[in-house]
């Protein structure tokens, strides 16, 4: 079955530590992106990407890095610059038709709850 | 003031009943987007669209783009529609969503 896959599940770390978040897709989907998700807020992007080797900075991209090696791939990297890095965090992935019609439905991930302590 | 609007922020139901959650926002959007996240985390799409309505099993969409308002509609509600539904917009072709807050609801048995 086609799917994106988070890992892991639950994570922790202590604070001043780097942490990379995987997220990996079967879905032959060309963009992927990163949200991470607070109680009582929206969904806020944080990286995307909408091609191998290339990436854009989100919403809230400081303290975060990624890369986009793979199409299935696009690892997250939480810095130690990352000021409040415990949150839930999901990747999304969608799959590209042109310019004008990126619309489509977004796949997401499990999450991974990420805590720092 | 976020661009997308939920209401009600919590709604509890008894098993049966009919539910609106109703979502509203503020700009000129390509597509509206129902999103839904159950307790473990995950998120599933429900349903995308622009115009007009859209049905699947017991869950009904519509939205009116003069009004910039989307309700998305659960008949006969069960136990397991307990769950966060979150609203998200798309305002370009980069398609990059500005989502609502969500709302927590539960069905009571």
């Known amino acids: 079955d086609g799917g994106i896959t988070q890992s892991p599940k639950y994570l922790f770390r202590k604070e001043g530590q780097n942490v990379t978040l995987s997220c990996e897709q079967n879905?032959?989907?060309?963009?992927m992106y990163w949200y991470r998700q607070d109680p009582g807020q929206g969904l806020r992007l944080i990286y995307y990407?909408?091609?191998?080797?290339?990436?854009q900075k989100g919403d809230i991209a400081e303290g975060y890095s990624v890369s986009r090696e793979k199409k299935e791939s696009f690892p997250l990297t939480v810095t130690s610059a990352q000021k409040n890095p415990t949150a839930f965090y999901l990747c999304?992935?969608?799959?590209?038709?042109?310019?004008?019609?990126?619309?489509?439905?977004?796949?997401f991930g499990n999450g991974t709850r990420l805590t720092v302590t | 003031k976020n661009e997308v609007e939920q209401s009600p922020q919590n709604l509890t139901a008894q098993e049966g009943e009919f539910i609106t959650i109703n979502c509203s926002y503020s700009v000129g959007i390509s597509a509206l987007h129902w999103l839904q996240q159950h307790p473990g985390g995950g998120i599933v799409s429900l349903f995308m669209l622009s115009s007009g309505k859209k049905k699947h099993g017991r869950l009904i969409a519509t939205i009116n783009i003069q009004e910039k308002h989307s309700s998305l509609h659960i008949t006969a509600s069960h136990p397991r529609d307990s769950a966060v539904y979150i609203c998200a917009v798309s305002t370009g072709a980069n398609s990059k969503l500005t989502f609502g807050k969500g709302i927590t609801l539960s069905v009571r048995p």
């Open positions: 879905l032959n989907h060309d963009a």
């Open positions: 999304a992935s969608q799959p590209y038709r042109s310019d004008r019609e990126y619309n489509s439905p977004l796949h």
């Open positions: 990407s909408q091609i191998v080797n290339d990436f």
